[in-house]
């Protein structure tokens, strides 16, 4: 993972469609590059598919988003929020489907978003996760990358910060919120069935919620997959 | 890990077009990953529709015919399968007399399920939903994802599959779908790890000489690693396990479950001591299932399950049953 | 090698004993291990008796019943029984219409049972013997052990025993054996060694990336080592060396069989390349069972036997059997 | 296994039931002592069964010849015999136990046997063993080891050696057969099945013909289990 600040100086993007398709290429390239990490992790405490189911479901959004590209920011989130339901299953389908959906849904057919809408859009889907799974806090799955991520950004946002700014500070709050969970005893999921035996482990769903945040980060700086 | 296959992306393909080929009298749609009994949707009967990830054959896909799944939707190797899985087999069989959704309790099931539920009812279906929960190994508490569905599952299928065939409303067929998955406890435990097509190695280490008690179906460690057991003293431990929580005070229905890699001269093996300690204990077995029913790939390692039974569910278990993983009186 | 057992010297014995547990219509002794039809004999019923080494589990004691066999005699594990086991099988279900013995040709069992038979002859039993040899992998010669018996005892042992369950006499009985086993081929590839409880590690060393391909069920290594191939190329190899061997001209039956270690997901996948192939050679396949039926313990692997039937031999498959390991029609 | 050869001087013991028990003995011990390496040897071209078979084989004839002991050598071997055809199963059972029961049978119900009569009893049950097995000479079987045993024994005596001699080449005989059987392909038994590959192993059943062998010049020597 790349934790550098962003070049100082960077201007801030116009979130729009484009922004969500780089987005949505930086995730389907880092998901593609981890993916047997993910399964690695997911072996440790769940039943090592979360690499393989992730890459079953970025390959099929990144698909449908080529074959017919929405002409906005949250249709293109939404259309990844559906394929990934429609393609993934297990518990991580459903979840980041719903985050996405929920995401695209919030901003609506505008064809550009503010960093703060962006902001607002995220935490209404991932309140969408929090209902859908029935996680907390600190229970060891992606909601402690999650949540401390989009608290980050508005954190920054609020204080004055712009899109890389605010972004960069969610992707470094992603990660340490993923590697907080190592010590975690697990409360949902999978992970929840080895009792103390989960504690020492990394989180798989955290670990690729931190990717998908650092996607976000890296589009943000004009990165390209 | 050298397996017989092709190449990981197709095994669950595969596997469909293989029981379709093995299987006449099943409808398998490889293409929606559905698989569907070919006379359905059978008139004014209750379709019930399963499912869940591959890698524990015949669960669910062997358990579709007369008396017993309507559908099955197997999903890639140890994941749910997605929800338009669910709402077009929902679709399949129903006749207007509603359809049941068995759903082992894991939380990519439930969700997956949830959602196809709601799928299939925007549809015009009438859907009802019951959870099977019945691993004694997971401690139960509302702060959790809960216990695991495992061996618990055959008997929900079957028992609530019988009196769906005999014509049973869709309530009753639930209220029977629920009470046998309260009146049923599994524990399991493995000799070895198992390996997923597309991991290639085994999901974790066992050192030679340990085994895990505990387990789920999904190559997931246990809840505790032991020195190697005899086959008496495993047989102890999951009938302490299961009867502790079960408190069973009549009969019951026993399945001594191969997790897939243990050979059935072993298994049998392990039964007799399972019947020797149920003996001990006088809890009467009023019929057994021994086999591989509820597997993990290619695990070494067996599950006990039990099944307190009435008059009524003893009955449903002895109706007739068609399909390829469990068949009898007809 | 971890194993679910006592110890090695119990193995076949608890086996027994579960199996006894389990399948309250089969009379098991165990003491002088053999496995009996309840209701045997039956009153002007020919007597089908099979045995062999353990470790082949369901074959044989899990197919004995109606429509199949009368008695089954289990020796150690990969060990033909030793002749009183067979004598005394056949004094306990002779009707007084003679008894058939199903012999795998291995060494060890055709002496055994040629001994036992002699035996059994001195108890004024009438006793006909028929071999199975339909392992393709081997050379056939009067010089040599010749082709040993595998899958094709499963076809042999259903086809005769529903033969005898409609009451053909011995001389008939015993012809549709002959025949059955003339128009069965097989041919078995290993993945993996098995492990034999007595000896605790595996029979032979393969490693990762190769495959026995012309394995028995045995334990032993088979004709030739090869790099590893997909399922695909497997089905090619193991339907061109059962073909060309038996060259079909009209329909067959099908059996796709695990060895014992490989998962049922793979062997169905398995069994679409062995429907692709066979259908490329224009075979028709009129039945096909997919499964672990004719196993090597733990073994890794599977194995294809194909018999060509008419109408009549069809029609004795369809009819109903009642064992523990095949079941239909009752 | 020993090969030196027997103490000179050493007096000839008489062939009666105690020898053939002091036999009895020894060859039951040194099954049990080689009954890996005989099991290892079955597992290169067999079904890994040999040392078991024939370890349950001699302690279920060692146990029936204590229980009720004949009083006869040709008893002794006959019981041992029966209880090997009884007890041991595979192919080896009925072929070892033709063997002893055709000798046993052979040398009748006299007390003692001379050494003549002794290796006149073992052809007898040698070729009871080939009758039934249907084996010839070089087909890799245990025949190429007691076939030698026999004919060097009965060379020594036609030469005028005593019972400890004529034993002590049949020894060697057998040691040399055995080891024979090592680039022989295998026509007869399993290992007949692996074609080419049968040729660089040692036969299981000649080996343990081999130590048969050796219990039988060993208990002329007066050497006890
Ligand atoms: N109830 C839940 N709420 C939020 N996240 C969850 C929940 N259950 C599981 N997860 C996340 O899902 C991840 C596992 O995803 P994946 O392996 O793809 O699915 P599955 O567990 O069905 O195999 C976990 O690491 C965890 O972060
Ligand atoms: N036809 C035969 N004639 C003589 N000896 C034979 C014959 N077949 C097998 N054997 C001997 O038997 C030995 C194998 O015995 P064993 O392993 O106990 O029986 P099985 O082969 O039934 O497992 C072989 O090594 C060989 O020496
Ligand atoms: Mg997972
Ligand atoms: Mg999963
Ligand atoms: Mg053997
Ligand atoms: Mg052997």
């Known amino acids: 993972m790349n934790a550098s600040a962003p070049a100082s100086g960077a201007t801030d993007p116009v979130v729009d469609a484009a922004y969500a398709r780089r987005w949505l290429a930086l995730a389907t390239a880092a998901v593609e590059r981890e993916a047997d990490r993910l399964t690695e992790l997911d072996s440790a405490i769940g039943d090592a598919d979360h690499g393989t189911n992730l890459r079953r479901g970025f390959t099929a959004a990144s698909a449908a988003v080529e074959k017919d590209p929405p002409g906005t920011p949250g249709g293109v989130l939404a259309l990844v929020g559906r394929q990934l339901i429609g393609s993934v299953g297990g518990a991580s389908g459903p979840l980041y489907g719903t985050l996405l959906r929920g995401a695209g849904k919030h901003l609506g057919d505008a064809e550009t978003a503010s960093p703060e809408e962006l902001c607002g859009a995220l935490r209404a889907g991932l309140e969408g996760v929090a209902r859908l799974g029935g996680a907390a806090a600190g229970d060891k799955t992606m909601l402690d990358a999650l949540f401390p991520a989009v608290d980050a950004m508005a954190f920054s946002l609020d204080s004055g910060a712009g899109l890389v700014a605010a972004l960069g500070a969610a992707r470094i709050a992603a990660d340490e919120g993923a590697a907080a969970t190592v010590p975690m005893l697990a409360r949902k999921g999978r992970a929840s069935y080895l009792g103390e035996r989960s504690v020492g482990h990394q989180d798989p769903g955290a670990t690729s919620s931190a990717l998908l945040v650092t996607a976000l980060a890296e589009a943000a700086e004009g990165g390209t997959a | ?330």
């Open chain 2, 1 to 330: 890990m050298k397996m017989l296959i092709n190449v990981p992306e197709t095994v669950v393909a595969d596997g469909l077009r293989g029981l379709a080929a093995a299987h006449p009298d099943l409808n398998v749609d490889v293409d929606n990953r559905i698989v569907v009994r070919r006379d359905a949707p059978v008139a004014g009967k209750v379709g019930l529709v399963s499912g869940g990830g591959s890698g524990h054959e015949p669960l669910h896909g062997g358990f579709v015919g007369p008396g017993m799944l309507d559908a099955a939707c197997p999903g890639e190797v140890f994941t749910s399968p997605v929800p338009d899985q669910m709402a077009r087999a929902a679709a399949a069989v129903d006749s207007g007399a509603g359809v049941l959704f068995i759903i082992k309790n894991y939380t990519g099931d439930v969700l997956n399920f949830e959602m196809a539920a709601e799928l299939a009812g925007d549809e015009g279906v009438q859907v009802t939903t019951v959870l099977v929960n019945d691993d004694v190994a997971v401690t139960d508490s509302l702060y959790t994802a809960g216990r695991r569905g495992t061996g618990g599952t055959l008997f929900v299928e079957k028992l609530a599959g019988a009196a769906a065939e005999e014509g049973a409303p869709l309530d009753r067929v639930a209220a029977i779908a629920r009470q046998v998955n309260e009146n049923s406890r599994s524990f399991g435990v493995a000799l070895s790890a198992c390996t997923t097509p597309a991991k290639g190695t085994p999901t974790f280490d066992l050192p030679p000489g340990e085994l895990e008690l505990g387990i789920g179906i999904h190559g997931e460690p246990g809840r505790e690693r032991r020195a190697m057991m005899t086959s008496r003293e495993i047989a102890d431990a999951a009938v302490d396990a299961v009867v502790e929580d079960l408190r069973p005070d009549g009969p019951v229905l026993a399945l001594v479950n191969g997790m897939g890699g243990t050979p059935l001269l072993e298994l049998y093996g392990f039964n007799a001591e399972v019947h020797r300690a149920l003996g001990e204990r006088r809890v009467p077995v009023v019929r057994t299932l021994v086999g591989n029913y509820v597997t993990s790939l290619d695990m070494a390692g067996c599950s006990l399950t039990l099944c307190r039974v009435d008059d009524e569910l003893l009955r449903l278990w002895d109706a007739p049953v068609r399909t390829p993983g469990l068949r009898w009186g007809c």
